[in-house]
Antibody, heavy 123, light 111 residues
């Protein structure tokens, strides 16, 4: 059974770059027709899709964050990563990684999810 | 692309049935049968409950069912139980950026 685990600093200073890694266990990140995604949730608020990556390296990002986001994959380590630059307090949130299952060739639903990691932007 | 619209809260007594609506547009919910629903307990990660509008993953209780008509998807929980007390989010594939749009979320309270 595939499991995902986020890791990275819990505190980032304003204007710096947030960096998180998602480690996939229980299966190869390269197997099957899956995308791998990042989603975030500010405290007390809803979910926001950040972006996704295929193991080929192809990416799609939310336009609201596109200028600041980079998602990459390291198949040798069974990991994918998120970098969000020029962070502000508005980027404080719980960040989740998730596998995106496909309906045909369309990545369609998120399952499973990592447990989430809280990232606070503060000086 | 705006968030999909859900009622802020829905409540019901144990054993009752409740339905949560998720209203989008012809660009997302109305164009694709790719609506999913997630249950989230406080401090926990979301859990997939329904995918492709009406399909239930293995291990999810058959008390949960989904449907879609036009631009609106719905999640019905029948035989409400205390453990169903949680937040619920819908999500739709949108085909263009952003590729996925989440709902505003609904707090389900079991009275």
């Amino acid at each position: 059974q595939v499991q995902l685990q986020e890791s990275g600093p819990g505190l980032v200073k304003p204007s710096e770059t947030l960096s998180l890694t998602c480690t996939v266990s229980g299966g190869s990140i390269s197997s099957g027709s899956y995308y791998w995604s990042w989603i975030r949730q500010p405290a007390g608020k809803g979910l926001e899709w950040i972006g996704r990556i295929y193991t080929s390296g192809s990416t799609n990002y939310n336009p609201s964050l596109k200028s600041r986001v980079t998602i990459s994959v390291d198949t040798s380590k069974n990991q994918f990563s998120l970098k969000l630059s020029s962070v502000t307090a508005a980027d404080t949130a719980v960040y989740y990684c998730a596998r995106v299952a496909a309906s045909g060739t369309t990545g369609a639903w998120f399952d499973p999810w990592g447990q989430g990691t809280l990232v606070t932007v503060s000086s | 692309q705006s968030a999909l619209t859900q009622p802020a809260s829905v409540s019901g007594s144990p054993g009752q049935s409740i339905t949560i609506s998720c209203t989008g547009t012809s660009s997302d919910v109305g164009s694709y049968n790719l609506v999913s629903w997630y249950q989230q307990h406080p401090g926990k990660a979301p859990k997939l409950m329904i995918y492709e509008a009406s399909k239930r993953p293995s291990g999810v209780s058959d008390r949960f069912s989904g449907s879609k008509s036009g631009n609106t998807a719905s999640l019905t929980i029948s035989g409400l139980q205390a453990e169903d007390d949680a937040d619920y989010y819908c999500c739709s594939y949108a085909g263009s950026s952003p590729l996925y749009v989440f709902g505003t979320g609904t707090k389900v309270t079991v009275l």
